[in-house]
């Protein structure tokens, strides 16, 4: 069965430091996310990215995150200067529509961990 | 906005008996309800969701708009059943995605 393929599986960065967080998504969904979990907290929802644009972003999603797909596999969220308070596990998702009874497929995460 | 609680963050049940994991949702539109399970080191998988009104792996769960629940329910537990569940609520935008609100999450741990 296809999956969602994130990496690294662990990051760690010292804060101010640009970090990516790399996803390959499901080979034909057509809608990715990103969410967040701090430790001990709920899965947070990030971003949703369709047809090369953001579609929705949360509050969470400032300036200092940004995301992309350079090529036809992967999906990347780059924190431009990581904080302390971004250390939390990241999780790529992707669907194959939009359509809300779809469920969208995560990846293992990647713990980011800021020091 | 829409809100997704789940009331017990751990939950203890002996191997063969029965398990309820409580998830009640807030949301004006109509629900669109998953439970999604966390195993030991994997990912989140999705167990099941309400539009599909299966059973996986044993576990049920009905959609209850006026108690607005979504109870996970298994009859008989076992022990490969222990992990986190989570309950999430999805929210859609005409053809740009959707977002997906969940709960804290429910850490079961079934006993031999």
């Known amino acids: 069965e296809p999956e969602v393929t994130q990496t690294p599986s662990h990051q760690v960065t010292q804060m101010g430091q640009e970090v990516i967080l790399r996803c390959v998504p499901i080979?034909?969904?057509?809608?990715f996310y990103w969410y967040r979990q701090i430790l001990g907290q709920k899965v947070e929802f990030l971003v949703s990215?369709?047809?090369?644009?953001?579609?929705?972003k949360s509050e969470i999603f400032d300036d200092q995150f940004s995301v992309e797909r350079p090529d036809g596999s992967n999906f990347t969220l780059k924190i431009r200067s990581t904080k302390l308070e971004d250390s939390a596990m990241y999780f790529c998702a992707s669907s194959t529509v939009s359509e809300s009874d779809q469920p969208q497929h995560f990846g293992d995460g990647t713990r980011l961990s800021i020091l | 906005a829409q809100r997704v609680t789940q009331p017990e963050k751990l939950l203890s049940v002996f191997k063969g008996a029965p398990v309820e994991l409580k998830c009640n949702y807030s949301?004006?539109?109509?629900?669109?309800l998953f439970w999604y399970v966390q195993y030991s080191r994997q990912r989140l998988q999705l167990l099941l969701r309400h539009i599909s009104r299966e059973s996986i792996k044993g576990f049920t769960a009905d959609l209850n708009k006026g108690e607005t629940s979504f109870h996970l329910k298994k009859p008989f537990a076992q022990e490969e059943d222990s992990a986190m569940y989570y309950c999430?609520?999805?929210?859609?935008?005409?053809?740009?995605?959707?977002?997906?609100?969940f709960g804290e999450g429910t850490q079961l741990t079934v006993n031999p």
């Open positions: 949301y004006s539109g109509s629900p669109e």
């Open positions: 990215f369709y047809n090369n644009e953001i579609s929705e």
């Open positions: 080979s034909n969904h057509l809608y």
């Open positions: 999430a609520l999805s929210e859609c935008w005409e053809t740009s995605g959707s977002r997906l609100t």
